[in-house]
């Protein structure tokens, strides 16, 4: 797994930028390598590191088809500190992200509570009034915000920040708000899944491209990166 692109090593942090087709941990009925697999043969001390060892010094996930910065702890010092800051939501994460059709507005937060879909692999934003008491599934808040970068005809360039980390957070947002994201197989409406089709992508239009939290310091760390070259190319060619 060369692609694995190193940002920052250090000794008590490791942040990465995922390539997308990765999967970040595995589960009883899968067989592929996934990216925990790369740490233990690369840093097998992390193998040690957190409160679940089939996810070692695993702070987040992004899914297998989404690309970007992750951050993962290299001792429990480390994975503590980061746990409250997740916890707390005083951790930056950025996204980049494309979308079909024009937004109209230039930002927005959406707010939509999160559930898992009655289809168990996948999640379903529900509205706010929902009716909690006869709801049998946990239904979650979840906060999105984001700006636009820039309107094409047919599509739309989005910096998407996250609030809380649920579950195809950003994927089930957007869909809900009437823009599923490109390439996006799972989150997507009639008209998408044409689209998706006909460009054939191959993965999500979903890239973390900026990542700040506190080191055991208490110093405040920022890591940007641009998006992979399959994704600069296919902006290039639509209108």
């Known amino acids: 797994m060369n692609d694995i692109e190193i940002i920052a090593d250090t000794k008590d942090y490791l942040v990465i930028n995922k390539p997308a087709g990765l999967l970040v941990h595995g589960a009883p009925h899968i067989k592929e390598t996934t990216l925990v697999d790369w740490l ?15 996810r070692p010094g695993i702070m987040h996930r992004l899914d297998k088809d989404v690309s970007g910065l992750m951050v993962i702890a290299k001792n429990h010092a480390s994975y503590e500190s980061l746990k409250d800051q997740f916890k707390n939501r005083t951790i930056t994460k950025e996204y980049t992200a494309l979308v079909y059709g024009q937004v109209l507005k230039d930002e927005d937060e959406i707010d939509f509570p999160i559930k898992r879909s009655t289809k168990g692999f996948k999640m379903a934003a529900v509205p706010q009034n929902f009716d909690e008491e006869n709801d049998e599934a946990k239904v979650r808040q979840a906060a999105t915000t984001f700006s636009v970068i820039k309107r094409f005809i047919n599509f739309t360039l989005l910096k998407v920040i996250i609030k ?41 239009f979903l890239a973390s491209t900026h990542l700040e939290f506190k080191d055991l310091n208490g110093k405040k760390q920022s890591f940007s990166v641009g998006l992979p070259e399959d994704l600069i190319q296919f902006l290039a060619q639509i209108k």
Request: charged share 30%.
């Open 164 to 204: 809380t980390g649920r579950t195809h957070q950003i994927r089930v947002h957007l869909h809900a708000y009437g823009y599923p994201l490109v390439g996006d197989s799972l989150y997507n409406n009639k008209r998408s899944k044409i689209k998706n089709k006909k460009y054939n992508l191959g993965r999500v």
């Open 40 to 54: 233990l043969e690369k840093y097998p001390e992390i193998g040690q590191v957190g409160e679940d060892l089939d």
